[in-house]
């Protein structure tokens, strides 16, 4: 018998049930083709979540925190002595407003105070920069001293066969790298000590003595503002002691350079002099008196 699970078609000759095959087993009739079985769709794939949207790397240049440069000594001086110099400007240009009437007495004074004050603090840290590289100058020469006296003793040990040529190279080797590593540093030191002591080295002699001309000027203008009621004698009395003190200084800076122009001068007018009592001919005369102004023209330079 055939099994009752099968799958059953009704045949078109019998119109009995029939297992699905190709004849009826009753009455032999062909039997029509079965249906294809229904196939329940399959519940679709619960598909995890997408991770969260990342941006794609970045390949461009990787952001570097810049490493704030490093001050040198030399940075640190030329920094000191530009802000000098920059302040004596400030204070003669301050004098030279004051003296027109281009700033009340008050603001002059209260400005005139502060560029004073920073101008002494600048100065101070100069006096302490010079004396620490002084300092520090003298201990490196203490030292070169030292590493002489010590090769030479190296030196004789070895000769009288108390130190061997291996231990004599190794020890006198390192002594001389030391000796060049400190005559370096010596020749770093003499030259910022140079530096520190030329104050308004930058300026070239002409520039220093006109900053005293108007120095100058501007004190003979205070004067005779006083006298005139114009400003207080308080004031002219504050400010007159730094004026002058100023001024010593502008002039001790310049004096060989004046002394040396004061002799050309003089020389400029005695050839004057020759000429006048027919001793030069006029090409002698030009000759001598433009080589001479050739040269007070360069001590100035």
């Known amino acids: 018998m055939s099994d009752l699970s099968e799958p059953r078609v009704r045949c078109p000759g019998c119109g009995k049930l029939a297992p699905a095959m190709k004849y009826c087993i009753y009455c032999g009739a062909k039997m029509p083709e ?40 030399k940075d640190e001086i030329t ?9 004596y400007e400030r204070k003669i240009a301050l004098l030279n407003l004051f003296r027109s009437g281009e700033v009340s007495e008050g603001v002059f004074r209260k400005l005139y105070n502060e560029y004073d004050g920073r101008l002494s603090s600048f100065l101070k840290a100069r ?12 201990e490196k020469t203490k030292r070169l001293s030292e590493i002489s006296m010590k090769l030479e003793e190296l030196e004789v040990r070895h000769k009288v066969g108390e130190v061997d040529s291996s231990l004599y190279t190794q020890h006198a080797d390192s002594l001389r790298a030391e000796e060049r590593d400190i005559i370096e540093v010596s020749k770093t030191l003499k030259t910022s000590i140079n ?48 004026i002058e003190k100023t001024l010593a200084f502008f002039d001790s800076l310049i004096k060989e350079v004046k002394e ?13 002099t020759r000429y006048k009592l027919n001793e030069l001919s006029i090409e002698e005369f030009e000759r001598k008196k433009h080589e001479i102004q050739t040269e007070i023209d360069k001590i100035w330079a």
Not at 79 to 87: P, R, T, V
Not at 207 to 236: H, P, W, Y
Not at 260 to 272: A, F, G, H, V
Request: net charge negative.
């Open 127 to 138: 006096e302490t920069k010079l004396a620490e590289l002084k300092d520090r100058l003298e």
């Open 260 to 272: 040396k122009d004061r002799t050309l001068r003089e020389q400029l007018e005695t050839l004057q």
């Open 79 to 87: 920094s000191l002595m530009s802000g000098i110099e920059a302040l």
């Open 195 to 242: 530096n520190l002591e030329n104050l308004l080295s930058n300026k070239r002699p002409s520039q220093i003595r006109d900053l005293e001309n108007k120095l100058s000027a501007c004190l003979s203008d205070l004067e005779k503002l006083v006298s005139e009621g114009k400003i207080t004698e308080e004031t002219f009395n504050a400010v007159k002691p730094d």
């Open 34 to 73: 079965s249906s294809p079985s229904t196939v329940k769709p399959s519940q679709p794939t619960t598909l995890p979540p997408l991770p969260p949207t990342i941006p794609p790397p970045a390949y461009g240049s990787p952001r570097v925190t810049a490493t704030p440069p490093t001050v040198t000594m």
